[in-house]
């Protein structure tokens, strides 16, 4: 089966979702989506909360496992990613995070024009319908729903919120504002109750239109190239294999797992990593995978003398009341994110910025499975968590296909804390972890820790026990990075493959260095600028 189309976006994540309501709102252009993921029609992606099934669904998540990382003690780690409309975006924490100024026109200095803080300002203020209204920083009428939930989080993160004063931090408000320093609550991408991910915000409204295909259930395989440029794709529905032509371009938004590994199934990449599986070469791009950052953090956990959304979720009574309240107002726990008492800060004064990112939820789940995230099966007693992860780490991977088969999953490679610099910030930041948790507001909630749970006296303990215990924060990128050198660089500044033409990459992959904090939303804004660069393009 053949069909032509003027752009095929490949995957209907953050990104690509974006792309593709701003390419079909010309209806000259006739757009083609391939998501090999299904419907996000489900009410675990519409129910905030439901992310605790999403979390290890094996209908809407890759659920990837990375190789053994001799950082961390040669234990694998779980990596969710999005396998269904909307990507990430349906199935992650709603946490709304740009990242800090300096992290933009970072990427600028790297080479980057359009792409400092006062470039990208504009395109996150397009993107977001801000619950608290709009300022010099936030906006209101965007596509995305953002949620400011300061008034109905739990009661214990006042108690949260007033350690954080005591041990140091100032309170702020907004973390998207003037700012990213301090201590305060986390705006969430939900609307109305519902989560606003980015199908429901950019895909959904775009599927009315007659120029807009979207086909679900199709893994692309290989793009398809004549010469050094991009003509169509291959993808696989069921058992039959499809080829699409494209007039304008192919545009990969598959995210910083399934991006580079298309690009080397292709014939794009490392010419050694594809000889060595049989794959001829289209253009030979060392940087293709390569230059993998991911957030890693640790959690301290804590039994509660006070009641916790433990005591709400756990008994069967008490989820079919917070349950009964969701179904008829929209509110309650289920309405939220767990994530909601958070902050930023330097681990010391020393540092320029902040460089580690602070989390509080009213919730504990000590038995869980590693990998799962039983969101309405927490502990059988109240308890909380109290943790922290890197804003920008040092220590850089890989992804590389393992075979020339599509459907074979990569070999994810992290290289978790290879670098002194990772280690020595997060030994820095667990000693503010028991500042913290030592001011009177939160020491006096405190009945007993329970991870780490023994005396950490030693540096070589605490090194022990962050190896031992930190995990992703799911917050992968860099593998397809933006820069002006081929010889490291995938895309230039305006998302272009070096090298090839017609094929383009917009997706966090693409990011230069890892911003700080949860990268929802800056993935969402590289997909307003990609399209921007598209439109202009085209015309």
């Given amino acids: 089966m053949q069909d032509v189309a003027d752009y095929v976006i490949v995957g209907a994540g953050s990104a690509g979702c974006v792309v593709a309501n701003r390419l079909s709102a010309d209806p000259r252009n006739r757009v083609l989506v391939l998501e090999a993921g299904g419907s996000d ?7 905030p909360i439901g992310y605790g099934k999403t979390f290890y669904h094996a209908d809407m998540n890759w659920r990837y496992v990375s190789e053994a990382e001799p950082g961390l003690g040669g234990r694998t780690t779980y990596w969710p990613r999005g396998r269904v409309l909307g990507g990430s975006s349906s199935i992650n924490a709603m946490v709304f995070i740009r990242g800090q100024r300096e992290d933009f026109d970072g990427w600028e200095r790297l080479g980057n024009p359009g792409w400092g803080f006062g470039d990208v300002l504009p395109a996150f203020k397009r993107m977001e319908d801000n619950s608290a209204g709009a300022d010099e920083w936030r906006a209101t009428g965007g596509p995305l729903g953002v949620s400011c939930v300061a008034d109905r989080v739990h009661p214990l993160c006042a108690n949260y919120l007033a350690a954080g004063v005591d041990a140091g931090l100032m309170l702020n408000p907004d973390f998207n504002g003037a700012t ?14 519902f989560r606003s991910s980015a199908a429901t915000a950019y895909l959904r409204p775009a599927m009315r239109r007659s120029n807009l295909n979207v086909v679900t259930r199709a893994q692309v395989t290989r793009i398809l190239f004549e010469g050094r440029r991009a003509v169509g794709v291959e993808y696989q529905r069921g058992n039959e294999l499809h080829t699409v032509k494209v007039r304008g371009e ?55 003398r006070r009641p916790t959304l433990n005591d709400q979720l756990r008994p069967w009574w008490g989820r079919l009341m917070v349950g009964a309240h969701y179904l008829f107002n929209r509110g309650g726990p289920l309405s939220l994110s767990v994530n909601q008492g958070g902050g930023f800060f330097r681990t010391n004064p020393a540092r320029e910025r902040p460089n580690m990112q602070l989390y509080f939820s009213p919730l504990s789940y000590t038995k869980a499975v590693p990998g799962k995230r039983q969101l309405m099966r927490p502990d059988p007693f109240p308890g909380f968590m109290l943790g922290v992860s890197n804003c920008h780490p040092t220590s850089r991977g890989h992804i590389r296909i393992r ?3 599509p459907f074979q999953a990569p070999s994810i490679q992290p290289n978790y804390l290879s670098t002194a610099e990772d280690l020595e910030e997060l030994v820095e930041a667990a000693a503010f972890l028991r500042k913290f948790a030592a001011q009177a507001p939160l020491a006096e909630l405190i009945d007993e820790e329970l991870q780490p749970g023994t005396p950490l006296e030693t540096r070589a303990e605490i090194e022990e026990d962050i190896r031992q215990r930190s995990g ?43 911003t700080a904090g949860n990268i929802n939303a800056p993935t969402i804004m590289v997909g307003e600028r990609g399209a921007d660069f598209l439109i202009a393009d085209r015309r």
């Fill in 250 to 304: 192919v545009i990969l938004s598959a995210g910083a797992v399934n991006s580079p590994q298309l690009l080397q199934l292709s014939g794009v990449g490392d010419p050694m990593l594809l000889a060595g599986l049989g794959i001829p070469v289209v253009h030979a791009a060392k940087g293709v995978g390569e230059n993998l950052q991911d957030h890693l953090g640790f959690d301290y956990l804590y039994r509660s």
């Fill in 41 to 47: 029609l489900s009410p675990w992606v519409r129910m």
């Fill in 403 to 405: 075979s020339a088969d």
């Fill in 180 to 193: 990213q320093e301090g201590v305060g609550t986390y705006q969430i991408t939900t609307r109305n109750g």
């Fill in 472 to 514: 992703s924060i799911f917050h992968a990128s860099g593998t397809c990075a933006m820069g002006p050198d081929p010889a490291s660089a995938v895309v230039d500044a305006r998302l272009r493959v070096h090298g090839l033409e017609g094929l383009r990459v917009v997706d966090a992959s693409i990011f230069p260095r890892l």
